[in-house]
């Protein structure tokens, strides 16, 4: 009994180091790999802004996309009280790592020869190959 009692002390202190010396390992900080530096000072899941908007291919295609997808919609749906829109450009972006990447865009497109700004959303799944419209509305008055 006393044997009995000995090993199973031995095996709880056993199995106690190691879920001690795995939960310590799971808190230490991540190493240096290139990916884990760029996310420092980050949360993540947090909007990043998108530097150099009007270079960026990808995001300007994202653009050209929500405005060709809105029309799409618009068209579709039977809405035809107002002109089509042409993508005029991308001016602002942020994005955000979701499942998948999120984009959050302000898109000016031309209406009747007038140029309005809107703001548009785009989930693209890469792995899918995928890109989905979630919102694509007229931009929100500038605050002052």
Known sequence: MARLLAASCVLLF???????SSSARAADPPS????????????????????????????QELGRFSVAEHNRRRKCCGDGGAG?????????AQRQVVSGLKYYLTV????????????????????????????????AAAKS
């Open 84 to 92: 089509k829109l042409e993508f005029s450009r991308v001016v602002a």
């Open 108 to 139: 000016a497109a031309v209406e009747d020869e007038e140029e309005r700004v809107f703001d548009a959303v785009v989930v693209v799944k890469p792995w899918l190959q995928s890109r989905t419209l979630l919102k694509f509305a007229p931009a």
């Open 32 to 59: 240096d790999a290139a990916g884990i530096r760029q996310l420092r000072g980050r949360k993540v899941g947090a909007r990043t802004e998108v530097r150099h908007v009007e270079g960026d291919r990808e995001v």
């Open 14 to 20: 056993l199995l106690f180091a190691t879920a001690s």
